[in-house]
């Protein structure tokens, strides 16, 4: 009977991980028209930021300081969304839309 090996994910793992979590975050920036989309790209792109840190201190010599970033990270990714989806409902209730070629002007 054979043993099935099975490997543990090194640092180049989660950094490929992480690249594509960027990589479809800066695409949902850059392509998408509705704010909440824009806004979940934006959380992706923080949490491959997380991801980084993570491994970096996972296989690097910086013990808990890259956990601690990470949380520091997601602290401040949960205020940025309870602020900005508290602006997207004030701009809806103002322009009845969340599309941004709608509200690209911001009237007085």
């Not at 479809?24 to 920036?29: E, F, H, Q």
């Not at 990470?70 to 839309?97: D, M, W």
Request: net charge negative; no cysteine.
């Amino acid at each position: 009977m054979m043993m099935q090996v099975i490997a543990e994910p090194g640092l180049t793992h989660f950094l490929v991980v992480s690249a594509i979590l960027f990589g479809l975050g800066l695409m949902a920036i850059l392509s998408k028209r509705n704010v909440i989309m824009v806004l979940m790209g934006v959380e992706l792109i923080l949490n491959s930021a997380n991801i980084n840190l993570i491994a970096f201190s996972r296989f690097t010599e910086l013990s808990l300081e890259g956990h601690m970033i990470g949380l520091f990270v997601i602290i401040i990714a949960a205020a940025e969304a309870a602020v900005a989806l508290a602006i997207v409902l004030n701009i809806y209730n103002r322009f009845n839309s969340i599309n941004l070629d709608d509200i690209n002007l911001m009237k007085g």
